[in-house]
């Protein structure tokens, strides 16, 4: 523990200015950003007796090792500059909220020749259009099948698309009047962006516009005795309507607004967010956070409109936004949003009426929320700890093992072998430290060397950060004798390496208590082969073997036998099998790439523009392969020398004799890249 007056700064050394400022652990991680409207003042709080601060504050500090800081001109730009770092660095004492799902968006992907209305999850995408989020994905399918009537809007994939497109003929949803079918050009593209904007319009709130429209139309129809127009338009009106009711007017004055609500507790808290568009609530999602800093209520509302707004811009930020208490700085916040939206934006607490009402709505879904995750996480905590000392006292271990890393190989008869590594602590999956290795050492199939190999790559990444950190004098030898096939740690690609020293997380940095291989004996033998040529010897190591569940030690003749229903071998399994589901997922995805390579790729020199070029000149490699190398020099770019290494290149590919599907017979003609059909 460190004391805080060892690096305190000198009286006068800290500005009296807006800012912001990190704490650095011994290692110089970031653990803690901070802004401040004056630094000197914000940071000598942090520098009194340690009995006055608060736990959590105290513990931070007595972590640190370091303090620094940046002068910015405005509080807003302390504020953005916060956000920033915080997202950048991931300190460990500062308040993160995790979404507790995968909220689904409806989209309409604006950015396309054909705008595509479908729906979205994850990070949003440039030129695409959000509306949502939605509590579930069947609640936006209902909702656009309704909306089809009147918006027959482009839903299909690419593919069908495309196939479409080549064969003439619509899909379903063309022949039932719910597309427009641009594909076969029943409409240009220029009308069908219209009908992309005007659906864009009426999701965003504008509806009575198309409803009195439409009831004009319907009228002037039924006066001229076009009786069959008429009730369809009579049918559009009513689809509308029934899409509108499933939104239920909750601010009779149009209001574009979002309302957050928080529930805590001294250990965690919990934000609802709704989202209002023309008077009806059009999204709603929600965050939970550990209060691992010193925070009251202003605070996480602070948090959570940075993490609501911190990547969004225009008219993704509402004209009003209403909170429960103000944030420290409202002025700088507001500003700050104005900025993003790029006109005014209120900020403020209401007071009265319907969105006083509204936001007792969502405080009440705040404290379920809150309650909810409390009890879920309650039964899951019990759970994971009984597994993790089941598992320490099966293994002989002195301590529960909070960190887990598990290593799986995987190839296909020996070709494109690849390993993975997946890392739990305290029983859950931390997906951000997942990593994927290629065998590189050695050809050919041996999953007992290709264990060896990257266990030695992993740990022997782990040494160098602890030797580039200081916590070791020097990188102990190794007690072996010298590895040979992986290639040394100075020489592996970059991307596998820790990063500079900024604070930044690195990989590899943080050693597991337990190393679990997916295997028997061989492959137990191999992992802890590779951990005494490191000379690292307070690592556990184990093996799940697939065929009978058993766990297998280093030295021992017979496997330890866990009962069928125990918790612990249960969080082995998932741990094994969701090593061999990342490291299948990337064997797969290194053959598929392999599958789809052309003849083109054998001719040094010729970039993917030029074999683009070519494709679209020709139309596939078939008639490529039969263009003489005049015919090939008129593609632009194309000079006589690359057209007759093409030339070569395909006559060497070609196949013997044409593919044939052995179940109908139908010859397989080749597709544009190159393989067959």
């Given at each position: 523990m460190a004391d805080p007056s060892s690096y305190r700064p000198k009286p006068g050394q800290i500005p009296d200015s807006p800012g912001v400022y990190k704490f650095r652990d011994e290692h110089r991680r970031v653990i803690y950003v901070g802004k401040a409207k004056s630094l000197r003042q914000r940071l000598a709080n942090y520098f009194q007796d340690l009995s006055g601060l608060h736990p959590r504050t105290r513990t931070m500090v007595t972590t640190a090792a370091s303090v620094e800081w940046t002068?910015?001109?405005?509080?807003?730009?302390?504020?953005?500059?916060?956000?920033?770092?915080?997202?950048?660095?991931?300190?460990?004492?500062?308040?993160?909220?995790?979404?507790?799902?995968?909220?689904?968006?409806?989209?309409?992907?604006?950015?396309?020749?054909?705008?595509?209305?479908?729906?979205?999850?994850?990070?949003?995408?440039?030129?695409?259009?959000?509306?949502?989020?939605?509590?579930?994905a069947w609640a936006i399918r209902e909702t656009v099948d309704l909306m089809l009537r009147v918006f027959p809007v482009r839903t299909c994939s690419a593919g069908v698309f495309k196939n479409a497109a080549r064969t003439g003929r619509p899909c379903?949803?063309?022949?039932?009047?719910?597309?427009?079918?641009?594909?076969?050009?029943?409409?240009?593209?220029e009308e069908h962006r219209e009908l992309a904007d005007d659906f864009c319009d009426f999701m965003a709130g504008r509806t009575g516009t198309y409803i009195r429209r439409l009831e004009k139309d319907m009228m002037a129809a039924a006066e001229e005795m076009e009786y069959e127009r008429a009730a369809r338009l009579r049918d559009d009106v009513e689809a509308l309507r029934r899409a509108m009711e499933k939104s239920a007017v909750v601010l009779a004055d149009a209001t574009d607004a979002?309302?957050?609500?928080?529930?805590?507790?001294?250990?965690?808290?919990?934000?609802?967010?709704?989202?209002?568009?023309?008077?009806?609530?059009?999204?709603?999602?929600?965050?939970?956070?550990?209060?691992?800093?010193?925070?009251d209520t202003s605070g996480l509302v602070e948090h959570a409109l940075q993490q609501l707004y911190g990547e969004e811009s225009?008219?993704?930020?509402?004209?009003?936004?209403?909170?429960?208490?103000?944030?420290?700085?409202?002025?700088?916040?507001?500003?700050?949003?104005?900025?993003?939206?790029?006109?005014?934006?209120?900020?403020?607490?209401?007071?009265?009426g319907d969105k006083k009402d509204?936001?007792?709505?969502?405080?009440?879904?705040?404290?379920?929320?809150?309650?909810?995750?409390?009890?879920?996480?309650?039964?899951?905590?019990?759970?994971?700890?009984?597994?993790?000392?089941?598992?320490?006292?099966?293994?002989?271990?002195?301590?529960?093992?909070?960190?887990?890393?598990?290593?799986?190989?995987?190839?296909?008869?020996?070709?494109d072998v690849v390993a993975s590594m997946v890392v739990f602590e305290d029983g859950l999956a931390r997906k951000g430290e997942y990593r994927r290795f290629q065998i590189k050492g050695f050809e050919g199939q041996d999953d007992v060397r290709s264990m060896h190999e990257v266990i030695s790559r992993r740990f022997?990444?782990?040494?160098?950060?602890?030797?580039?950190?200081?916590?070791?004098?020097?990188?102990?030898?190794?007690?072996?004798?010298?590895?040979?096939?992986?290639?040394?740690?100075?020489?592996?690609?970059?991307?596998?390496?820790?990063?500079?020293?900024?604070?930044?997380?690195?990989?590899?940095?943080?050693?597991?208590?337990?190393?679990?291989?997916?295997?028997?004996?061989?492959?137990?033998?191999?992992?802890?082969?590779?951990?005494?040529?490191l000379g690292i010897d307070d690592?556990?190591?184990?093996?799940?073997?697939?065929?009978?569940?058993?766990?297998?030690?280093?030295?021992?003749?017979?496997?330890?036998?866990?009962?069928?229903?125990?918790?612990?071998?249960?969080l082995l399994q998932r741990i094994r099998d969701e090593a061999h589901r990342f490291a299948i997922t990337?064997?797969?995805?290194?053959?598929?790439?392999?599958?789809?390579?052309?003849?083109?790729?054998?001719?040094?020199?010729?970039?993917?523009?030029?074999?683009?070029?070519?494709?679209?000149?020709?139309?596939?490699?078939?008639?490529?392969?039969?263009?003489?190398?005049?015919?090939?020099?008129?593609?632009?770019?194309?000079?006589?020398?690359?057209?007759?290494?093409?030339?070569?290149a395909l006559a060497a590919a070609a196949p013997a004799a044409p593919a044939v599907n052995t179940a109908t017979g139908e010859i397989m003609e080749e597709d544009d890249g190159g393989s067959t059909t």
């Open positions: 002068v910015v001109s405005t509080e807003v730009e302390a504020l953005q500059l916060e956000y920033s770092w915080i997202k950048e660095f991931d300190p460990r004492f500062n308040v993160k909220y995790r979404d507790d799902k995968s909220y689904p968006y409806l989209a309409v992907t604006l950015n396309e020749e054909f705008p595509r209305v479908q729906v979205m999850r994850g990070a949003k995408k440039k030129g695409v259009r959000y509306f949502g989020p939605y509590g579930h379903l949803l063309g022949y039932i009047g719910k597309c427009s079918a641009p594909c076969v050009g029943r409409v240009t593209p979002d309302l957050i609500a928080v529930a805590e507790d001294e250990l965690e808290a919990a934000v609802q967010i709704f989202h209002v568009r023309g008077g009806r609530v059009r999204g709603q999602r929600g965050w939970v956070t550990d209060k691992v800093e010193n925070v225009g008219d993704a930020v509402p004209k009003e936004v209403l909170v429960p208490a103000l944030p420290e700085d409202p002025e700088a916040v507001s500003q700050w949003l104005a900025d993003r939206r790029g006109s005014q934006v209120s900020l403020r607490i209401p007071q009265r509204l936001m007792v709505t969502v405080q009440r879904n705040a404290q379920q929320a809150l309650g909810l995750h409390k009890t879920k996480r309650a039964s899951d905590l019990t759970t994971r700890s009984r597994a993790l000392e089941e598992i320490a006292g099966a293994l002989g271990l002195d301590t529960a093992p909070l960190r887990i890393e598990c290593f799986d190989i995987s190839h296909l008869q020996g070709d022997r990444r782990y040494l160098q950060e602890k030797e580039r950190t200081g916590e070791w004098e020097e990188t102990p030898a190794p007690t072996g004798p010298a590895p040979t096939g992986p290639v040394p740690a100075a020489a592996e690609p970059a991307a596998e390496g820790p990063r500079e020293d900024d604070g930044r997380p690195r990989r590899f940095a943080y050693p597991p208590q337990l190393l679990v291989v997916d295997g028997g004996q061989p492959q137990v033998a191999a992992a802890k082969r590779a951990l005494d040529e690592i556990a190591v184990c093996g799940l073997a697939k065929r009978l569940e058993e766990v297998w030690l280093p030295d021992d003749d017979d496997p330890v036998v866990l009962p069928r229903s125990s918790e612990g071998l249960y990337y064997q797969r995805a290194k053959r598929a790439k392999r599958v789809r390579s052309s003849p083109l790729d054998a001719v040094a020199g010729l970039g993917d523009t030029r074999k683009q070029a070519l494709i679209k000149h020709f139309g596939s490699v078939k008639k490529l392969r039969q263009a003489t190398i005049d015919e090939i020099c008129e593609v632009p770019g194309i000079g006589r020398r690359t057209a007759e290494s093409v030339a070569v």
